[in-house]
């Protein structure tokens, strides 16, 4: 009977010495979601986040199941949705495609600004390149036509199982929404607006509870951490499309003060960002110095603070998980 006692009594502490770190690491998560809230506090209306260490399959989320304004980080999907039909061999990185003067989206785009004469013509590669790294409208709405259509791109996601994301609109038909602009011939009518008063195209007005409110071109954190990781993993596209993907989304050039504001310098970092009135978000990866991985989505809405504030929350959220993921691996 002693015997059976001292095996039992084995059985118990070896029973509570392995869950111990179950319960350390659910700690761990619960300390880290409550910091990144606190420290958007005040910089943001209200925040969203999902991230995940590559690999771990264990999520920090902050409102991770409610609905954002994706704004222009929409465009991965976009991206993902081209990509997969020149996986099936529908169209090529190559072609030549047609941008007519009809097609331009006027505002602060690379295109539209640089290419004032009719006649042009760029690849496909050529057009998903400024959509993720300038984040440029015409070469959206181009991929998107590609693509085919916004109803495509919310079949794509569908299939491989994303429920909570959804694509709508060109994004021609988004800033007509968010302006308030009439129904018609979006891109000349908000090109008209711009010519009335030009500072448009360049401020970022205040937050629009109308439009934030219109369920279209929503994500949750965790949906677009879920096309992240499906990015990742191979899961939705082939390994050369892949590889093409997160190696445009690691030339972004915009949104320097996001998830990439507060990290180390040099820090890898492959993304897409998404503004529009009180909204600032950015999605994407993020090297550690150990050569592990983090996928994460921020999201924000509602804000009346500056851009300057929201890229701030975005850039203490993402420090305090680059800190988190790499300290914790160290045993520090």
Known sequence: MKRNIALFFIAMVSSFVAVQPAF?????????????????????????????????????????????????TYKVAIAVTLLDRVDKGQVQLSDLIDISQEMMVAGDNA???????????LSVANLIEPMITESDNTATDACLKLAGGPEAVTNMLRSIGITEQRVDRSTSEILRDFYGLPDKAYASVLAEAIAKDPTLAAKQPDRNLEFEADPRDHSTPNAMLELLLAIDSGKVLSSNSREFLLATMSRTRTGAGRLKGLLPKGTPVAHKTGTIGGVANDVGFVTLPDGRRFAIAVFTKSSTTSEADRDRAIAEVTRSLYDFYYLTAQGK
Do not use: C, W, Y
């Not at 990144?36 to 991770?64: C, D, W």
């Not at 539209?112 to 009719?118: D, E, I, Q, R």
């Open 111 to 121: 295109i539209a600004l640089n290419f004032v004469h009719p006649g042009i013509k």
């Open 24 to 72: 350390a690491q659910e700690r761990n998560l619960q300390d880290i979601s409550l910091k990144i809230e606190k420290l958007s506090q005040g910089l943001v209306g209200r925040i969203g986040v999902a991230a995940q260490e590559i690999g771990s399959g264990v999520n920090v989320t902050i409102n991770g199941d409610e609905a954002f304004v994706m704004a222009s």
